[in-house]
């Protein structure tokens, strides 16, 4: 496992953005794929976006494209989530993960962060 540490989230109005930040300390982060889950209150924890190790290549659930973008930075050992458009229903903790299997990443990642909460007013 990886050590992960999310920041970013907080209270925001629908229609504002935020941008979610995770960093990967003590490994080599360009080796891990990341990828981002959200879980909202009486939920199931659910698949948000993925990066590959060299950013390359992205994959995104199908209710957030066009309003979510997952990029990293492996100089700063950071992955991110861009959100724009935000909807009330898009409140949830949100969790980053790490794994170096890209399948696996999106199913069932080794590594998770503790989360941050992201609240939409309407």
């Known amino acids: 496992q990886v050590p992960l540490v999310e920041s970013g989230g907080g209270l925001v109005q629908a229609g504002g953005s935020l941008r979610l930040s995770c960093v990967v300390s003590g490994r080599t982060f360009s080796s891990y794929s990341m990828g981002w889950f959200r879980q909202a209150p009486g939920k199931e924890r659910e698949f948000v976006a993925a990066?590959?190790?060299?950013?390359?290549?992205?994959y995104g659930a199908d209710s957030m494209k066009g309003r979510f973008t997952i990029s990293r930075d492996n100089a700063k050992s950071t992955v991110y989530l861009q959100m724009n458009s935000l909807k009330p229903e898009d409140t949830a903790v949100y969790y980053c993960?790490?794994?170096?299997?890209?399948?696996?990443?999106?199913?069932?990642?080794?590594?998770w962060g503790q989360g941050t909460q992201v609240t939409v007013s309407s």
């Open positions: 990066i590959s190790w060299s950013g390359g290549n992205t």
């Open positions: 993960a790490a794994d170096y299997d890209w399948d696996k990443l999106r199913s069932s990642p080794n590594s």
